[in-house]
């Protein structure tokens, strides 16, 4: 059955994953807000129809949640799926009281195919996946980046643009000031292959050491969370682990890590696991791919050189 | 003027217990308050000080919540009181149940103008309850408020962190803030402290004086992760030998 499915995302690389992986489900439209350049971008990624809601130079993006609301309520869609951003969350939680419905959220699994939406989150820290069932109607889901497979090939979409009036809502939230900080521009999610460090690197000043093995790899730098909290030795961005990024990397390369449980299910869906540790007995040495026995400073720079020949 | 700090009881994942078929129990776990919930009591504590306000706890759950010593702590930690909402009927409430039943809790409380909520509870972490609170109370509500920075009649002005930058708002009052993890460091109870709680007033509410309510949402199941087979292969070697060695697998995997 071809589900009316709509996509919401302030960021457009996230709102073009979720267009191109939910493409094959039914009918694909996406709720713009923002630059007019969306409207391309969302068509690129399989959309049939542009809802073009208007830009966040005036309001924002949280304050068009009155109008999306009138739009479901008008166009009566299957499934929305939010983007897993404070923005969506923020958005998706207000239309599911709105529609007196809840909201899968977080779903790292989803599976659109039949009448009833199902998902999958992962809850208890990690420990657990809790599977559920929308009880039908409206359906909210809040998913992240790389969660749908997408086509080898993206198929672009009609992408008929509609605009739709403001709606004005009942009370505004006013945006004074932003100031944009600092965040890292690597997508860990969506990396080939990742080198990651732990507390086995000693020093601040040892990361371009392991910088250049992943240069030499052609992959992204990552850390355990004590390197990007506490130490702040690398951006919040780059942590790997529970209430950090999932990664599903084809290589994860773990140097002086030890593998604590909250670490090892952000790497879980990683395809090839190997990990350098002085310690043969430490835990991600039982539970890897391939594990390095030996001194980080003695095997980073060999292996860097090796590679770079 | 009262400001209310939601907060949820949760087993402590550190007790799930994995059993043969996968599922998980929590029979031996003790039930706590989450990382998240206490800075958000923490935060309550700071809004409420800034306001001149009352500061009074709302807890909805399953009777787990009975547990004099989350009381207790809870009360500790800069709350004036508490009121909770038990049934067993709660376990493992979906989003939308929960924030029905604390926006039916939050209306009976006409002095109320400042709802506090966590980033997220320490079970599920959805993120979601403070927004759809706020919405069913026909309240303004924003999550990510990383500091208040002042409180005036009819608005607070506060700063929110996003993925990419921070944002200096105005939201008009009465207001639901979730706030995010790091908002403030939630404070170690003093001796004073844990005496003063035992005697602070606590107000049990039945889940029917409140309404009827039902859940959205069904759950399936909650299983633990089968993990992934790995190879399992050493490699302990002189460091050059290792490096081939390593490279070689490398290549046969066609990693490199």
């Known amino acids: ?309 | 003027m009262d400001v209310i700090t939601c907060y949820k009881l949760s087993p402590d994942n550190q007790d799930m217990q994995i059993n043969p078929d996968y599922t998980v129990s929590f029979d031996r776990a003790e039930w706590i308050i989450g990382d998240f919930d206490l800075v958000a009591i923490e935060a309550g504590a700071q809004i409420a000080a800034m306001a001149e306000a009352s500061h009074k706890g709302l807890c909805v759950g399953p009777t787990a919540l009975s547990n004099k010593k989350a009381r207790k702590n809870a009360l500790s930690r800069g709350l004036d009181s508490l009121t909770v909402v038990m049934d067993d009927s709660l376990w493992n409430a979906d989003t939308n149940l929960t924030a029905s039943i604390l926006a039916a809790a939050v209306r009976k409380d006409q002095e109320c103008r400042i709802v506090i909520c966590g980033e997220g509870s320490a079970d599920f972490y959805y993120r979601q309850t403070g927004m759809q609170l706020g919405e069913l109370l026909g309240w303004p509500a924003i999550n990510g408020i990383s500091k208040v920075l002042e409180i005036g009649e009819a608005s607070v002005t506060a700063l929110r962190t996003t993925e990419d930058s921070v944002q200096k708002i105005v939201i008009p009052l009465p207001a639901v803030l979730s706030v995010t993890a790091d908002y403030a460091p939630s404070r170690i109870p003093t001796m004073k402290d844990i005496l003063s709680a035992g005697k602070k007033p606590v107000e049990e509410v039945a889940l029917e004086d409140l309404g009827s309510f039902e859940s959205k949402v069904q759950i399936d199941s909650i299983l633990a992760p089968k993990s992934r087979d790995r190879k399992g292969i050493i490699i302990d070697a002189a460091v050059d030998e290792a490096v081939d060695l390593f490279v070689e697998h490398l290549a046969k995997e066609g990693l490199v």
């Open chain 1, 1 to 309: 059955m071809a589900k009316k499915v709509w996509v919401f995302s302030d960021k457009p690389a996230l709102m073009q994953d979720i267009t191109a992986g939910v493409k094959e489900c039914g009918e694909v439209s996406v709720i713009a807000v923002g630059g007019r350049e969306l409207t391309d971008a969302a068509a690129k990624a399989g959309a049939d129809t542009v809802y073009y809601l208007g830009d966040t130079s005036e309001r924002m993006a949280e304050s068009y949640t009155d109008t999306i609301a009138k739009l479901v309520e008008d166009e009566k869609p299957e499934v929305v799926l939010f983007g897993a951003t404070l923005t969506g969350r923020a958005i998706a939680g207000r239309l599911a009281a709105r529609f007196g419905t809840s909201v899968l959220a977080d779903a790292k699994e989803l599976d659109l195919s039949g009448d009833i939406t199902k998902g999958v989150s992962m809850v208890y820290g990690g420990g657990a996946n809790l599977k559920q069932s929308a009880k039908g109607g409206l359906t909210l889901v809040i998913l992240g980046f790389g969660v749908l497979e997408k086509p080898e090939e993206i198929k672009a979409g009609a992408g008929k643009v509609v605009e739709v009036p403001y709606v004005e809502p009942a009370w505004n939230i006013t945006l004074c000031e932003e100031q944009q900080r600092e965040s890292a521009s690597v997508n860990l999610a969506a990396a080939k292959k990742i080198v990651s460090i732990g507390l086995g690197v000693a020093g601040k000043d040892d990361i371009p050491m392991v910088k250049e093995l992943a240069d030499a790899l052609d992959a992204e730098l990552g850390c355990s969370r004590p390197i990007a909290e506490g130490l702040e030795w690398l951006p919040k961005e780059c942590y790997i682990g529970i209430s950090g990024v999932f990664v599903k990397s084809d290589l994860y390369l773990a140097v002086g890590i030890s593998g604590q449980v909250q670490h090892m299910v952000g790497l879980k869906d990683a395809k090839i696991l190997a990990a350098i540790n002085k310690d043969a007995n430490a835990p991600i040495m039982r539970q890897c791919d391939y594990g390095i026995v030996g001194d980080l400073y003695e095997i980073v720079p060999a292996l860097a050189k090796r590679l770079s020949r």
